[in-house]
């Protein structure tokens, strides 16, 4: 009995002991004057995240609640708060000016035990700033020049399996190509390429080792509970030391890079892409091989679900544009022809157009759909009697921003000329927000454009993309993921039969 009454009274301690704190959590903004919604004791303010709404739907509508209130308000994803920014002249002095407060993600990692998650796009502080100085140099526009002709070499080969697609007898015109995996073959056969050295051949063999344990690194299904838990409760995680990655592709990584260095070493191997560049960063003694794995691995991370992601919604927005579309082809091949048919560095510099339908993708699609920042000390927000505390998480939400009819009127509207350099200049810099902004933006943004650019380019030149009677007008986007995808099983990506064929190359 006594035994039972103990138990009982723990029991009732332990529900009330849950119910103070998260009482006293989910009471921070309302005791700090700062807006917000009530929160849900379970879900915060995101109850209908992945039920009816993805996490950007929600963002969109509480931006649009909010704006022209205040500059920030306050917002519970789950149990975590997060300070969301309204005032775009506060993101820029957040990513710029008081960039020194900002330098974090605040992003989970254990360098000890999981040395392939210590990559740039999850370092903090001080590690970061040393490591994106050393990379710095390898991002330069010579070097990424340098990687043009592998780009299109993988361009070409997805033209190839396109053309072998569309002759095959079981195509149907009814249905089209569901063309999402295809892109994504070919963003891990440049990236693979590019970053490792290697021939994926992923377009060729969907089905191959190395498109496998890509999946698996990009999806944390595999290792969802601690990829959750690191991210509600990352100093408990640190703790527990638990890793993000699973065993599998931490030793996938660490094998291939070891072994195609050693190669590279022994037979004297020299070859025009960033696993050399990183090599010679080791040579110098400024990084280990666990950290050239980390930052090759991070171009995987962060380029490839970005890349195809941008390709894939483009094409999509051109099957439904056709003049949009017939535009950019007459584009492509002025150039090419004044560029005596090649596609080269140069020519692609040229295509401008296309440039701007790069822009509007990813205004409109935004792969990534906010970007966090941690500060390093209280922030006294200018012109405000707010402080965002030390260790608080910001949010700049992109994705809203992107939608707001006051930057980007008839926000659904795809339209390229909203990025022609008059119509840019009009705008606050920080009304497009695609690749981030100040000193932490994205270290891969011209490699990125260059892999959606050249993968276009030959597209249009050898395909026209129009929409069949399994495309999803409007389309759905998943639910479960933060970065923009489409909606899982949908069969939505297509082009049919009355195009170019691939002998026109
Ligand atoms: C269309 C393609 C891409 C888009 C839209 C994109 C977008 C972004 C965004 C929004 C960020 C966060 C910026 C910020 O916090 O201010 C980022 C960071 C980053 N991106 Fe990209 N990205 C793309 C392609 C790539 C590629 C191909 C690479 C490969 C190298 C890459 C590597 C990175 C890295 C390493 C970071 C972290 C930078 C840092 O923390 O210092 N990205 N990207």
Redesign the pocket.
Same mark, same amino acid.
């Given at each position: 009995m006594a035994l039972l009454e103990i138990l009982v009274c723990f029991i009732c301690g332990s529900i009330l002991l849950i119910y103070w704190i998260l009482s006293k959590q989910f009471s921070y903004f309302r005791e700090r004057g700062i807006l917000h919604d009530k929160p849900n004791f379970i879900f915060g303010n995101i109850k209908e995240y992945k039920r009816t709404k993805n996490i950007y739907q929600i963002l969109q509508e509480y931006y649009a609640k909010y704006k022209g209130t205040e500059k920030i308000f306050g917002f519970f994803l789950y149990f975590q708060k997060v300070v969301v920014i309204l005032d775009l002249d506060l993101i820029k002095d957040i990513?710029v000016k008081d960039f020194g407060n900002f330098t974090s993600?605040g992003n989970y990692y254990n360098k000890k035990d999981d040395p392939v998650a210590a990559?740039?796009?999850?370092?903090d502080g001080v590690d970061?700033r040393k490591?994106?100085t050393k990379?710095t140099p390898t991002?330069s526009s010579g070097k990424i020049k340098s990687t043009f002709p592998t780009i299109v070499d993988v361009a070409n080969t997805l033209v190839e399996v396109l053309g072998d697609m569309q002759n095959s007898p079981l195509y149907d015109t009814d249905v089209g190509i569901e063309i999402e995996d295809l892109i994504s073959h070919y963003?891990t056969d440049v990236?693979g390429s590019v970053?490792f050295g290697l021939d994926c051949g992923t377009l060729k063999d969907p089905n191959s080792t190395f498109s496998d344990i890509i999946k698996k690194a990009l999806n944390f299904r595999h290792n969802m509970i601690t990829v959750l838990l690191a991210y509600i409760f990352p100093k408990v995680a640190r703790k527990l030391r638990l890793k993000t990655l699973t065993g599998e592709v931490s030793k996938f990584f660490l094998n291939l890079v070891r072994q195609t260095v050693t190669f590279r070493e022994q037979t004297g191997t020299q070859r025009n892409d960033?696993l050399n560049l990183l090599m010679e960063l080791r040579k110098s003694g400024d990084l280990t091989m666990e950290e050239i794995t980390a930052?090759a691995y991070? !171009?995987f991370?962060?380029?490839?679900d970005?890349?195809s +992601?941008?390709?894939t919604f483009c094409l999509y927005e051109l099957a439904l544009n056709q003049d949009i579309q017939n535009k950019a082809r007459s584009e492509i091949n002025e150039v090419l022809s004044a560029h005596k048919g090649v596609l080269t560095y140069e020519a692609m510099a040229d295509m401008k157009y296309l440039l701007q339908i790069?822009y509007e993708t990813?205004r409109k699609h935004?792969?990534?759909v906010f970007?966090?920042?941690q500060t390093a000390e209280d922030y006294f927000v200018p012109n405000t009697d707010y402080v965002i505390e030390k260790g608080m998480t910001v949010l700049?939400p992109?994705d809203a921003i992107h939608h707001d009819p006051d930057l980007y009127p008839n926000p659904k509207l795809f339209d390229p000329e909203r990025f022609t350099a008059a119509e840019i200049q009009k705008r606050h810099p920080m009304a497009y927000?695609? !690749?981030?902004?100040?000193?932490?933006?994205?270290?891969? +943004?011209r490699?990125?454009?260059m892999?959606?650019l050249a993968g276009l380019c030959l597209l249009l030149k050898n395909f026209k993309f129009s929409a069949t009677k399994k495309t999803q007008i409007p389309i759905n986007f998943s639910m479960f993921t933060l970065l923009r995808a489409s909606e899982e099983g949908v069969n939505s990506w297509i082009f049919n039969k009355e195009s170019h064929t691939a002998k026109n190359r």
């Open positions: 990513c993600r990559h740039l796009f999850n370092l970061w490591m994106r990379l991002f963003t990236i970053a960033f930052q991070v !171009f991370v962060a380029g490839h970005t890349g +992601s941008t390709l790069m990813t935004a792969p990534t970007i966090a920042r700049l992109v927000l695609a !690749f981030g902004r100040g000193p932490r933006n994205c270290i891969g +943004s490699f990125g454009k892999i959606v």
